[in-house]
């Protein structure tokens, strides 16, 4: 430990001022609060803060941020990866040194985000032992109010001085490069630093009246209580302040923008929230989470259990910003927390603190941001609102992809959007997709004609195990739009024949015009390895149909199936799930036979942007395809 | 003009700021019909502040015009400060009177470049002048859009001002704003003279609007 | 072929086509993409032939719904432009009192000369496809919405409340600065502009799609407000959604 005199201590930070090549940033007053800012002098520093409006995050990941630029006409890119000027971050709580770790872990865990580390690599972390503590701070409850890790230097202020710990390298020679007069520290200072930490622990106003190992296992027995989440979410404002200003929220959004000469665009993140009304709306104007009791929920649950499981931490380092920016005062954990633990005891429920799960995070490389080019080779129009397109990459590789998969297709100046692929990895030196019109992307493809450029990220999700269907009999139940992205399943199971047992397709939509892949259907009729029945819901006068009417499940009764060697292959409208669902476990397929391929709002496609979770799934990375008997045990997947 | 005929009907009066019908009959030199004719539609904002707070009433009567919002929301401030007792600094005032200045910059600058250049060079709006004379109006341009730097600066926006409010300024510029402003105009003085010079030259292609006779009181 | 753009106005105070020719060298570069063949504040030529029509002011007399249909005739593209236009804006305020007695109060015994109704945004009387939000337009969000309809895509005005652009701005709350503000009911999009102006948010930007309006009535309160001055704030610039509830 050393020890640097005040006066010494704002020459050192009034050294680094003067030095261009650092960026000086620094708690500083804003009104009568207090906010990390770039500083002019030492002098403006306010190291005896309580809590900052926005934490640090924001020089990592911004509010707003350019990925990319590129020509419209061309779809060609150039990356906004800037090398990060050296940046020094003065001031740092503990609690909020403790949130970029779980950052960190975060945007690494699968994919590396490479622009959040270019910006954390180049800089230096100086963290200040809390002084003073807003009424709403609950860091020592969750054991962030001292770290020992995660600085480069760390303050405690001792009336004319501060003691230093030198946390890594980086800041040794820091410290050594630009202070003057650095003293080692003697004991009695050792001493004081200690008692100080002790006294911190025992500031805070707030209290749980439980121990937080139980916050896991509290949420998990309060899931279904709709009463609690009404009554605690009823004054919600859907502001998105609480996620807003939280050091771990991560969530973010992404859009193109054109410039006024429509010549070039740039792709632009946004932080998110998810308790923003259109936070899980996808473009045909479904909202899997609409009303504020489920997006509500959802902000605790995240925090408090699906971080947990997947990362082994609790995702709230107690900072207590949320609880301080919450208008109607709905938005401080320790009170949900203490409500809901005194529920379960209403309850008669034993809660038991959480098991600590097994964590293994592996990182395999970097999130490519930059779609790659393609051009559109054929275009046929199925339905008034579909069309099929077949696509091949300008660098002439195949996209390499797994039945089921997805890609994200870019059409410059417009946007990105998540297309299920529908042709099988068979197919080589192109791929097919099928887009319905709805937004504004998949409504500009449609204008799009053959030779025009689109970019392609992916391919994304975990697609179907073709391994694990050997062998087995396959029944397909497709509703609407739902067999695009089985044909990617069923022509590769074609296309392989001999390695599967009876294939049976059920497809059905509402009426006959909107059947598609009319023609390639209308072929299986004619093969004997494969029984194919299609239905409509109603068929009007001017159409002409001699096959099923009914819904979907009208045709299930009319198939002999053995349900112990079928695997039943489901995909289709968010309503249709249950209903099929239902019907097979009658005819007893057993739930690990029931494979399903579910939809959210894709964006990033690596599981970082928030948007497709369902519970504590992401659908672009551990799904879109899910098995029933996993599937069931996420309340919000049907 | 004696025994002369004269038609004028003009229906909604163009680039002018504001609304106006003209009629004008003359029939053998006596005047049948004068009129100006206000088509706007009322909005009736002595009413509607009638029953709102005294901190509310800048915000609505800036509403009054967009062109003119500084001068309407500093004559209501001050009639709120007088009726109320609320005095204000010296420095405030000083502030307000730039504000004022600004307001009145843009609003010549947008008179004499938008609206009344293209009749002296014979065309119908300054659309056509960004290619006929682009010099001209890259420099009106930049003039007006330095007077909107400083009203933006002064009070927040040039059309409906937030920082103006009763009792002085809700956030006011920096020292180091302020000298980088006073540079600017400074900067400004070349193009204000070669517009004042152009307009000068162009001085003989206004009408003649002496009168014949004064009129009888 | 350039679309033909056409601006027009109805009651209002002209800040937002004003906001227009502020765009400065912007508009020289708009201009390289559209063709703007009637602009009365600023153009002497007029033409009926138009794709897009930019309208600003309320409408407030049942004269004026006759002109508004006209132009939706012409019209392939209808933009409101303005609070007056996209919400009824500071004209509404009138509406919430008996009309004879607002007349009077302006024009005495001439009140009968002055005709008008409760003031309304244009949507009430023609169909309108894209809206510029707020008192006056963002010059960025006018152009966003241009460039959206040029580009063929649907605009991306945003459905949460300017909270959202406050706190990304680090703006200390206006209720921490003993002042209220409506900005929690209030759709963002401004880039929380008044509020990092020091002041407070107004609501000219109108509702958010679903408003938790009686929680934010009551936080009003808590903060200090009577009931009815949380009432009549709401009244400023929510006038005419307010009604609709």
């Known amino acids: ?592 036979h029931i494979i399903m391929s579910l939809e959210r709002r894709m964006k990033c496609g690596v599981g970082k942007c928030g948007h497709c979770q369902i519970n504590h799934v992401y659908v672009c990375k551990d799904g879109p395809v899910f098995n029933y008997s996993k599937a069931k045990g996420i309340p919000e997947a049907l | 003009m004696k025994d002369s005929n004269v038609n004028i009907e003009v229906n909604h009066v163009t680039r002018v700021e504001g609304h106006g019908n003209i009629y004008v009959n003359v029939k053998k030199g006596i005047v049948e019909k004068c009129e100006w004719n206000v088509p706007e539609a009322p909005r009736f904002f002595e009413a509607m502040v009638v029953g709102r707070q005294w901190n509310e009433l800048h915000h609505i009567t800036s509403r009054i015009c967009g062109i003119c919002s500084i001068g309407h929301t500093l004559a209501s401030l001050k009639a709120t400060e007088a009726a109320m007792g609320i005095s204000i600094s010296e420095q405030d005032l000083k502030l307000r009177k730039l504000a004022l200045h600004a307001e009145n910059l843009q609003s010549h600058l947008l008179h004499l470049g938008f609206l009344v250049l293209p009749d002296l060079l014979g065309v119908g709006s300054v659309i056509p002048l960004a290619s006929s004379n682009p010099q001209e109006v890259k420099t009106v341009f930049r003039l007006h859009r330095t007077a909107n730097e400083m009203s933006n600066l002064i009070c927040g926006r040039t059309t409906h001002p937030q920082r103006l409010i009763p009792g002085g300024f809700s956030k006011i510029p920096s020292l180091r704003e302020l000298s980088a402003l006073k540079k600017k105009l400074q900067d400004c003085i070349p193009d204000l003279q070669a517009v004042a010079k152009l307009i000068k030259s162009l001085a003989g292609k206004l009408p003649d609007f002496t009168r014949e006779q004064s009129s009888s009181a | 072929m350039k679309p033909r753009v056409a601006f027009f106005d109805f009651a209002g105070c002209e800040g937002d086509q004003l906001q227009v020719a502020n765009l400065e060298e912007e508009l020289l570069t708009l201009l390289g993409q559209v063709e703007v063949v009637s602009f009365r504040e600023v153009m002497k030529e007029h033409s009926d032939n138009y794709d897009i029509a930019f309208i600003e002011g309320s409408c407030t007399r049942i004269q004026d719904e006759d002109r508004l249909k006209q132009i939706r005739k012409n019209a392939k593209i209808v933009v409101a432009i303005g609070s007056c236009a996209t919400i009824g804006g500071i004209n509404s305020l009138k509406n919430s009192r008996d009309s004879l007695e607002v007349r009077r109060t302006v024009y005495g015994e001439n009140a009968k000369l002055f005709d008008t109704y409760a003031a309304r945004p244009i949507d009430a009387v023609i169909p309108v496809d894209a809206y510029v939000h707020g008192c006056p337009i963002d010059k960025d969000e006018f152009l966003h919405v241009v460039k959206s309809l040029l580009l063929g895509k649907k605009p991306d005005i945003p459905n949460y409340p300017v909270c959202v652009e406050c706190k990304k701005n680090e703006n200390v709350c206006a209720f921490e600065r003993g002042q209220n503000c409506v900005g929690p009911v209030t759709r963002a999009g401004c880039n929380s502009c008044c509020v990092n102006q020091g002041t407070i948010c107004w609501g000219c930007r109108g509702l958010v799609d679903n408003p938790n309006e009686n929680s934010h009535k009551e936080v009003l309160i808590k903060y200090g407000l009577t009931v009815d001055d949380a009432i009549s704030k709401f009244k400023l610039y929510f006038g005419w959604q307010e009604r609709k509830r």
């Open chain 1, 1 to 592: 430990m050393k020890i640097l005199m005040k006066e010494d201590f704002a020459d050192f930070v009034n050294s680094l001022i003067k030095d261009d090549s650092w960026n000086v940033i620094g708690v500083k007053a804003k009104g009568t609060k207090f906010a990390f800012d770039p500083l002019e002098s030492a002098g403006e520093l306010r190291l005896d803060y309580d809590v900052t409006l926005l934490p640090p995050k924001k020089y990592f990941f911004p509010q707003r941020e350019t990925l990319f630029t590129y020509s419209l006409a061309t779809g060609r890119s150039s990356r906004n990866l800037v090398e990060a000027k050296q940046t020094v971050i003065i001031g740092v709580h503990p609690y909020d040194i403790v949130a970029l770790f779980h950052m960190d872990e975060i945007f690494r865990e699968t994919k590396s985000d490479p622009y959040y580390f270019e910006k954390r690599k180049a800089s230096i972390i100086i963290g200040v032992n809390m002084q003073k503590m807003s009424k709403w701070c609950f860091a020592p409850l969750m054991g962030c109010a001292i770290v020992d890790y995660g600085y480069d230097l760390m303050l405690t202020d001792l009336g004319n001085r501060y003691a230093i710990s030198v946390g890594s390298q980086k800041g040794g020679d820091l410290l050594a490069k630009y202070a003057k007069n650095i003293t080692d520290a003697l004991a009695r200072d050792i001493q004081l630093v200690g008692q100080k930490k002790r006294d911190i622990v025992n500031m805070s106003q707030q209290k749980f009246d439980f121990p937080p190992e139980f916050i896991p296992e509290l949420l998990k027995k309060t899931y279904e209580e709709s009463d609690f989440w009404e009554n605690h979410s009823e004054k919600c404002l859907a502001c998105g302040s609480c996620v807003l200003v939280c050091p771990t929220c991560y969530c973010f959004d992404v859009k193109d923008h054109a410039d006024l000469t429509l010549e070039h665009g740039e792709r632009v993140r946004t932080w998110d929230g998810c308790l923003l009304e259109d936070f899980a709306k996808i473009a045909s104007g479904e909202n899997f989470r609409p009303t504020r009791p489920t997006r509500y929920r959802h902000r605790y649950f995240k925090k408090g259990k699906y971080l947990f499981d997947r990362f082994g931490f609790i995702s709230c380092v107690g900072c207590g910003r949320c609880g301080s920016n919450c208008l109607p005062n709905i938005a401080n954990p320790v009170d949900l927390f203490n409500d809901m633990y005194h529920e379960t005891q209403s309850m008669g429920l034993v809660v038991t603190p959480a098991v600590n799960p097994e964590v293994n995070i592996q990182t395999e490389g970097n999130i490519d941001y930059v779609p790659r080019l393609a051009s559109i080779v054929k275009k046929t129009q199925m339905t008034a609102n579909e069309t099929f397109f077949e696509i091949k990459l300008d660098d002439g590789t195949d996209i390499g992809h797994k039945p089921g998969q997805f890609v994200e297709i870019s059409v410059f100046g417009i946007g990105e959007a998540p297309i299920s692929l529908s042709s099988p990895p068979t197919k080589k030196g192109s791929f097919e997709i099928c887009v319905r019109k709805l937004g504004n992307v998949t409504t500009k493809m449609h204008a799009l004609e053959v030779g025009d450029r689109v970019g392609v990220r992916g391919p994304f999700g975990n697609g179907f195990d073709t391994e694990a269907l050997k062998g087995k009999d396959l029944l397909f139940v497709a509703g609407g739009l739902g067999i695009a992205p089985l044909r990617s399943l069923f022509n590769f199971i074609l296309d392989n024949r001999k390695d599967y047992g009876k294939v049976f397709l059920l497809y059905g939509c509402k009426e006959p015009r909107e059947l598609l892949f009319g023609e390639e259907l209308a072929a299986l009729t004619t093969r004997n390895d494969v029984e194919f029945k299609p239905t409509v819901n109603w068929c009007p006068e001017n159409e002409i149909w001699s096959g099923n009417i009914g819904v979907i499940t009208t045709l299930i009764p009319q198939v002999a199936f053995d349900p112990e060697k079928t695997i039943a292959i489901v995909c289709g409208p968010p309503v249709m799930y249950k209903f099929v669902i239902a019907d097979l476990k009658q005819r007893k397929v057993p739930d690990d």
